[in-house]
């Protein structure tokens, strides 16, 4: 027996919003790493303070495409230009459906001639794979999925350190004088004997290095990376901590993949498992709409616009190019008010209804979150990734935002709640409430990378 594809799972429900409303918590979360470490508001202030330690060896998919057609593939895909992209560099990659609406993206790792890797959430490797499978294109692929599938330890651990003594704590521990590298930029160095891949990176506006190797070096280089940065004040991130540090630097992670509908993307439905994450995936908040499309967003609308190269064909092009021109919305930070977000804590403590929990540093609730975003009352936007960070003192979120009330400082409200008829399973009985939020930059740190 063949095993059940997503478009066989659509159409067991009655409609892609009623199965993603009622899947709870969902495809989210970091395997074999736990909430916390230490505790998360220390592990927050250490990637500011001193220097951050996380372990990523288990939350996302390698994907390597090997062969004479592999940068052909990815520029077929992706809205990004490769104009300049060379072995030794990575790059952010976006990919869109034929509507230009999102699917995913990642870190494309450029080795060697013909010799990729995609690294991130599986939404884009699923779509990519497909492309490599189905399509005329001479490459060879392999994969590694997350620790949460597949059976075994991965094949390499990947490892990210950030703060303002990052580099020092890698300078300590390296063999060798550590080569000056440009942002997005990688080399092979060597710890203690060992080969190790350098990533040039940072996140939370902060400087760093994303570096791995096998696997079975894994636990030796962790000491000693550890060990070194002890002087220094080093803290390992826990899910929580590493999850929240995405909504400072202005990364949407997991927004939900446009692949639920329309005819033009049957095909991929048919042949994607519906055991893969997007079978999994959840969705929760205060927007109430009942057709799909309207939770998902474009590659222009979550900040990726400066990514777009219109030089050279991709999927979506037509779309993004007419987006491109004039966007209805754009990706902006916001501050909650933070009398209102007390509020909500508060009305656990008072009799009736309380508000929906708001759990620190992060939220989660769902896979993909959207609240309704208003201004006098209308729908303007929806706020998706939202965290506390204790640098900052407060509740921040990621939001998708008409442009004329993009400007920082304006004012609008969030509508913290789900519908009252909500299934979801992870959420508690809760009135609905408003908070009042700021509009605010994205990122919202200066980038110190």
Not at 115 to 128: C, I, K, T
Request: with cysteine; net charge negative; aromatic share 10%.
């Amino acid at each position: 027996m063949s095993p059940q594809s997503l478009e066989d799972l659509l159409g067991s429900v009655d409609s892609p919003v009623e199965m993603l409303r009622s899947q709870g918590r969902g495809a989210f979360g970091f395997p074999n790493v736990p909430d916390e470490h230490t505790t998360w508001i220390e592990e927050q202030r250490a990637w500011r303070e001193t220097c951050s330690f996380a372990d990523q060896s288990h939350h996302m998919v390698d994907f390597w495409v090997e062969g004479p057609d592999a940068l052909e593939l990815f520029s077929d895909l992706a809205v990004n230009g490769f104009e300049g992209h060379e072995p030794g560099t990575a790059k952010q990659l976006v990919l869109a459906n034929p509507e230009g609406y999102f699917i995913g993206d990642g870190i494309l790792f450029y080795f060697d001639e013909d010799d990729f890797a995609l690294v991130g959430p599986p939404q884009a490797a699923n779509w990519v794979q497909y492309h490599a499978e189905t399509g005329d294109y001479d490459v060879a692929t392999e994969r590694d999925e997350t620790s949460g599938v597949r059976d075994g330890p991965p094949t390499n651990y990947r490892y990210q350190i950030q703060g303002p003594k990052a580099l020092d704590v890698m300078q300590s521990v390296a063999d060798e004088p550590l080569p000056d590298l440009g942002f997005f930029n990688l080399t092979d160095v060597t710890i203690d004997g060992r080969e190790v891949t350098l990533l040039r990176h940072g996140m939370s506006g902060e400087p760093g290095f994303e570096f791995w190797g096998p696997w079975e070096d894994g636990e030796a280089i962790k000491r000693l990376v550890l060990d070194a940065g002890e002087e220094h004040g080093i803290r390992q991130l826990g899910g929580m901590s590493y999850g929240s540090s995405a909504v400072v630097s202005g990364w949407l992670g997991m927004p939900l993949p446009a692949v639920y509908d329309g005819e033009l993307m049957r095909d991929y439905r048919e042949w994607l498992d519906a055991r893969s994450v997007e079978g999994y995936y959840s969705i929760a908040g205060s927007l109430d709409a009942d057709g799909v499309t309207d939770y998902y967003v474009t590659p222009v609308e979550i900040g990726y616009g400066r990514l777009v190269d219109l030089d050279h064909d991709f999927v979506g092009r037509e779309a993004i190019a007419a987006e491109l021109d004039d966007p209805d919305r754009t990706l902006v930070t916001l501050e909650w008010d933070d009398d209102d977000v007390i509020d909500v804590f508060g009305s656990l403590f008072r009799d009736g209804e309380t508000k929906r929990f708001l759990q620190l540093p992060i939220p989660w609730r769902s896979t993909s979150h959207h609240d309704r975003i208003e201004k006098d009352g209308e729908l303007v936007g929806t706020s998706r990734m939202g965290a506390y960070t204790y640098n900052e003192r407060t509740m921040l979120s990621l939001a998708v935002l008409d442009v004329d009330l993009a400007e920082p400082g304006t004012e609008v409200t969030v509508v913290w709640g789900e519908p009252d008829d909500s299934a979801n399973p992870a959420v508690e009985r809760h009135e609905s409430t408003d908070i009042r939020a700021t509009v605010a930059p994205v990122p919202y740190t200066a980038d110190n990378r």
